[in-house]
């Protein structure tokens, strides 16, 4: 089935590093959202963007909706050991707004 | 409930078998979506439901795979003559109505075929 691709695979970083991590699509979304799944759990959406430039915070989390349409990036400042986890893109938005997801990023937080 | 619901947490049937697996949606939440993840990947999508309608079951694999919500809420995803390749993480998500509201996701079904 179709995938974004979402860029790196996996990262290794030190607790307090700042991280990026961006998304990338063929086709055109109306919605951007950014999920992170920890094991044996469902994805938790973390945040969710509507218009195209749109730049939207949630803590230490910052999202952008490409002007494209076409992508989106994910940044986490700060990071700490509970950011640990798979995080996935998602464009959305059509008519029945389903979601195609991108193809995970792991990040693992050394303390 | 708080969150969407789904059971059983974990299904292990012999290839040939029938299942059913079921989602409970958030209170409220109109539209229910299906998806199947496998080990690594993101989930993928199978059917969509608004209301009691299906209104897009493009995903699903075949047809042996079929879904229904006759109520509009708690909706069955049902798999008939199980296959091995049919083993992955099934997840079910639900939405408030409208085509940009964000989809929350249950913790899924992982179903083994043996």
């Known amino acids: 089935g179709q995938q974004l691709n979402q860029s790196p695979q996996s990262m290794f970083i030190q607790e307090g590093e700042d991280v990026s991590m961006n998304c990338t699509s063929s086709s055109i979304f109306n919605t951007w959202l950014w999920y992170k799944q920890d094991p044996g759990e469902g994805p938790v959406l973390l945040i969710a963007l509507y218009k195209a430039g749109e730049l939207t915070s949630n803590g230490r989390l910052t999202a952008q909706f490409g002007i494209t349409r076409k992508d989106s990036f994910l940044n986490i400042s700060a990071s700490i050991p509970s950011d640990v986890g798979i995080y996935f893109c998602a464009g959305g938005g059509g008519a029945t707004n389903k979601l195609i997801f991108g193809t995970g990023t792991l990040l693992a937080v050394q303390p | 409930g708080a969150g969407v619901s789904q059971s059983p947490r974990y299904k292990v049937t012999k290839r040939g078998q029938d299942v059913a697996l079921r989602c409970d949606p958030i209170s409220g939440h109109v539209s229910l979506y299906w998806y199947r993840q496998a080990l690594g990947q993101g989930p993928e999508f199978l059917t969509y439901f608004n209301y009691e309608a299906q209104q897009d079951k493009s995903g699903l694999p075949n047809d042996r795979f079929s879904a229904e919500r006759p109520e509009g809420s708690i909706s069955t995803l049902t798999i008939q003559r199980t296959e091995q390749r049919d083993s992955a993480m099934y997840r079910c998500?639900?939405?408030?109505?409208?085509?940009?509201?964000?989809?929350?996701f249950g913790d899924g079904t992982r179903l083994s075929i043996l």
């Open positions: 998500a639900s939405s408030l109505g409208g085509s940009n509201q964000p989809q929350h």
